[in-house]
């Protein structure tokens, strides 16, 4: 009994130890990362293996250009839209988590009322779930992170979220979000965006344009079927009369 029990506890040592080493490697990456810019995500690679194993080719646009490069009135936009609170917070907006989690749970109650009301055999329609991520968090989720969810990845992803808040300025985070994450199959960054839907550089972008980029974010791949839905544009003026009350950090 001694000896499986301390067989035990040296496996629990060396899974901490595993633990401790896995984190110290993630904040050495986010460490460099003030120096070099990441030459692509985890999230981007997984969309290149999908792409070359579903259309047998890989049509990729991307360009990285500095924060100054980038206009003002899209760093605006991508904070009033996904996350206003973006440079006061420290990684996490507790309270957008709770009201996000409030939302789905009634989302959800209604869902169940529906579907015993409807008639047997109708599927029930889906639900719509609210994110309440930060910008930190979601850039901590496509640096490193797969697209599964569980309680381990997401304890994973607020320790990335710690880190990337603790290691990088809000300016370079910004930055960092801005040149990776995805506004269209295959279009990564402001300035592919821009030249993508607009034919202008990042820097030359006005006001509604960086409004409608803004609000593809959720769900580029969707949207960009459809660049100039009533939706869209009827959400971008709602972004675009709130940009002007967010601070840029």
Not at 14 to 26: D, E, N, R
Not at 154 to 175: I, N, V, W, Y
Not at 192 to 201: E, G, I, P, S, T
Request: glycine share 4%; aromatic share 8%.
């Amino acid at each position: 009994m001694k000896a499986v029990t301390q067989a035990l506890l040296r496996l629990l040592a060396l899974l901490l130890l595993g633990l401790v080493a896995l984190q110290l490697y993630f904040a050495g990456r986010i460490a460099l990362m003030n120096l070099l810019d990441p030459q692509s995500t985890s999230f981007q690679r997984s969309e290149i293996w999908r792409l070359a194993s579903e259309k047998q080719q890989v049509l990729w646009t991307q360009q990285w250009v500095e924060l100054p490069a980038i206009s003002k009135h899209l760093q605006r936009a991508v904070i009033a839209s996904e996350d206003a609170s973006f440079a006061e917070h420290a990684g996490v907006d507790w309270d957008a988590m709770e009201k996000a989690w409030e939302r789905n749970q009634k989302a959800e109650a209604q869902l169940a009322r529906q579907t015993a009301r409807a008639p047997a055999g109708r599927p029930a329609p889906p639900v719509k779930v609210v994110g309440g991520s930060t910008i930190t968090q979601q850039l901590a989720k496509n640096l490193f992170l797969s697209g599964e969810r569980n309680f381990v990845r997401k304890g994973q992803e607020l320790a990335l979220t710690l880190m990337l808040e603790a290691l990088l300025s809000k300016q370079r985070l910004l930055e960092i979000y801005l040149n990776n994450v995805e506004w269209g199959e295959g279009v990564f960054g402001a300035q592919a965006a821009a030249r993508y839907y607009f034919r202008v550089d990042a820097a030359r972008l006005s006001t509604n344009q960086a409004a409608r980029l803004a609000v593809m974010l959720p769900a580029p791949k969707r949207f960009e079927k459809r660049p100039a839905s009533p939706y869209l544009l009827s959400r971008a003026a709602t972004i675009e009369a709130r940009m002007g009350a967010v601070d840029l950090p």
